[in-house]
């Protein structure tokens, strides 16, 4: 069996971080089992930087994790939108120090449980409730979702 061994690039508001060291990542969505409800997307991600310059990152930017695949293009596995920042300065020496920022980003589909309606969805096909409901959130701004996504 051979070993895989991805080539990762992260994006925050459409700048590709290739100078950083991805540390850790992990990317949620769905459900474990059965009996869970379904959760929206999320990923935790932490970036070490060692060239001692600030990473531009701050609620609601939108954050694009993507790898590549066997033909050398990137492929989009996630996009959203920053809602934690943590920043640690690290392994400080007399003549450089390191960084490591650790970013929470939800999935677009996370804004959905949080709509607001009038109450009550006029009666239509199920497909025309969602779409109603998705266009009041996501459709009409499009500039707020990630560009994964779109």
Do not use: C, H
Not at 101 to 107: E, N, P, Q, R, V
């Amino acid at each position: 069996m051979t070993q895989w061994s991805p080539v990762w690039r992260v994006e925050i508001d459409g700048v590709a971080y290739t100078t950083s060291v991805l540390a850790n990542l992990a990317i949620t969505s769905g459900r474990t089992n059965i009996y869970e409800q379904a959760q929206a997307g999320f990923v935790n991600i932490q970036l070490i930087d060692v060239n001692q310059t600030a990473i531009p990152v701050s609620v609601n930017s939108t954050l694009s994790v993507e790898v590549k695949d066997t033909s050398g293009t990137f492929v989009p596995i996630f996009g959203g939108n920053v809602v934690d920042i943590g920043l640690e300065v690290r392994d400080v020496g007399s003549t450089m120090f390191t960084q490591t920022y650790t970013i929470t980003a939800l999935g677009a589909l996370a804004r959905l449980p949080k709509v607001l309606t009038d109450g009550v969805l006029s009666k239509e096909f199920d497909g025309d409730q969602i779409w109603d409901i998705l266009s009041a959130v996501l459709f009409g701004q499009w500039q707020q979702v990630a560009g994964a996504l779109t």
